[in-house]
């Protein structure tokens, strides 16, 4: 083989042989299309969530009159939805995610946590499921609803095999009866539609876990406690009681003939589709990456101004690289955060598969650098950013939730560390 020399290499970069052919196809430049969604939602995230956003992290509430307003212009709804995933390029929904979360966290989440329920209904349900009950979740244009995902329990958070709610077939009546308790649901109690995880053969841990849909008004299915929180406030989070709660057999995400297969599968020792499973999780990460990210962003564009107005010793606070390189950092830190979050969209919708956990890494950096960023714009704000008269504050606590829910930082550490070694680490 000839080799190549350094001289080679440089003469053919200076030469720009390359461009004789085939451009390569490579670019990270918006469409015109993605330019106007993202200019749309950056208008409706400065123009009503961020005037909103204090008041309702005090009152703790969620913000109907918002969700209203975002049904209303088609920011919240089945169709806005559809028209944010048809995006080819796989970054519709981690665009909207980051101008939304820009204009405010708590609010965001209000509009936002739907997204779980739907994911799950449109992941796991037939073409019939979904049709019935993603516009649900949603409501109407006039009268909005929100939908709940209850996984979670009191004994079962990144642990999820150890959950204990249990749905038990009545061939009688053809329905399930749902018996257990769900911890921390965004949206729970409140929601039209709930979808719960249940196990439906604790003896198959989490490979005996199905999917449920809980149409609205169902008896048995309460809400418990709600949450006092520290950051995400105007989202609304409670545990969820299922006593008794009887649905009707075709409430079964993918239905019961499925679920008997793959049953029957992970009995005879063969392999289940958790598989698949891990990699509906890695797609679904990055769009979360994409609300730290704008968390992030708003809290640095924040500091960015403040340090230009501030004056200390006869000089913008800027002026001093102790604070100019800080925001610098965080510029940078910000960017690379949102380069995974792109990459690993991409990855998700071209190739349906990732090599090394790519949607974990970018939902990990993104959680992180939110928490860090905020931190910092507290610290270029001084006394003033620890205050509730400035948002940063209010950034800080609501960023700290993305190194917690959606899977830790510890286990989304696991999961790349598995992924890269292919081995099992614990
Ligand atoms: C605001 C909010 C909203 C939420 N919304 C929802 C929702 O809508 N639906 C839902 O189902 N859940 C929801 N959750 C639950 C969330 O997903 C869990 O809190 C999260 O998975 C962590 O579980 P845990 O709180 O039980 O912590 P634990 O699992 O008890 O973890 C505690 C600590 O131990 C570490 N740890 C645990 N296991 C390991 C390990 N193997 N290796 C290293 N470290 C480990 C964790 O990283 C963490 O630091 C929400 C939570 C919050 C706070």
């Given at each position: 083989m000839e080799a190549t020399t350094a001289e080679q290499v440089a003469a053919e970069a200076t030469n720009g042989s390359q461009s004789e052919g085939e451009p390569l196809g490579f670019s990270l430049a918006l469409t015109q299309e993605q330019k106007d969604i993202q200019e749309w939602v950056h208008g409706f995230a400065e123009g009503v969530m961020r005037p909103a956003a204090a008041e309702w992290d005090e009152r703790e509430e969620t913000p109907w009159p918002v969700i209203q307003e975002a049904a209303k212009i088609g920011l919240y709804g089945f169709e806005g939805l559809a028209q944010f995933y048809a995006d080819e390029t796989g970054l519709g929904l981690p665009l909207v995610n980051e101008e939304v979360f820009w204009g405010d966290a708590g609010i965001g989440m209000a509009i936002m946590g739907t997204g779980l329920a739907v994911a799950s209904i449109f992941g796991q349900g037939t073409g019939e499921q979904i049709g019935e009950w993603i516009p649900q979740c949603f409501g109407s244009e006039s009268d909005p609803a929100v939908a709940a995902f209850c996984a979670s329990e009191p004994d079962a958070g990144s642990d999820v095999s150890a959950l204990r709610t249990t749905a038990k077939y009545d061939e009688a009546s053809d329905e399930w009866v749902i018996n257990g308790q769900k911890a921390w649901a965004t949206n729970g109690g409140i929601a039209k539609v709930h979808v719960i995880i249940a196990s439906?053969?604790?003896?198959?841990?989490?490979?005996g876990h199905a999917a449920f849909v809980i149409p609205p008004g169902?008896?048995?299915?309460e809400q418990g406690a709600k949450v006092k929180k520290?950051?995400?406030?105007a989202s609304h989070t409670a545990d969820v009681h299922l006593d008794d709660c009887r649905v009707p057999g075709s409430c079964l995400l993918g239905g019961k003939e499925k679920l008997d297969e793959r049953l029957a599968r992970v009995r005879e020792g063969k392999s289940s589709r958790s598989q698949a499973a891990m990699q509906t999780f890695e797609a679904s990460r990055p769009t979360v990456g994409a609300q730290a990210i704008g968390i992030a962003r708003a809290a640095y564009e924040y500091a960015l101004d403040y340090a230009k107005e501030r004056k200390q010793f006869g000089r913008?606070?800027?002026?001093n690289q102790a604070i100019a390189f800080t925001l610098a950092d965080m510029k940078l830190e910000i960017d690379a955060a949102r380069l995974l979050v792109w990459r690993a969209s991409w990855m998700g919708r071209n190739?349906?598969?990732?090599t090394n956990a790519e949607g974990s890494m970018s939902k990990l950096k993104a959680g992180e650098v939110a928490v860090w960023a905020t931190e910092r714009a507290i610290q270029v704000l001084?006394?003033?950013?620890?205050?509730?008269?400035?948002?940063v504050e209010r950034m800080h606590r609501d960023a700290k939730i993305y190194t917690i829910f959606e899977g830790t930082s510890e286990i989304q550490r696991l999961v790349i560390a598995r992924a890269i070694s292919g081995m099992k680490i614990r």
């Open positions: 439906v053969d604790r003896e198959l841990g989490s490979r169902t008896k048995g299915c520290h950051g995400l406030r913008p606070i800027i002026e190739q349906h598969t990732f001084g006394g003033n950013g620890y205050t509730r008269e400035y948002p």
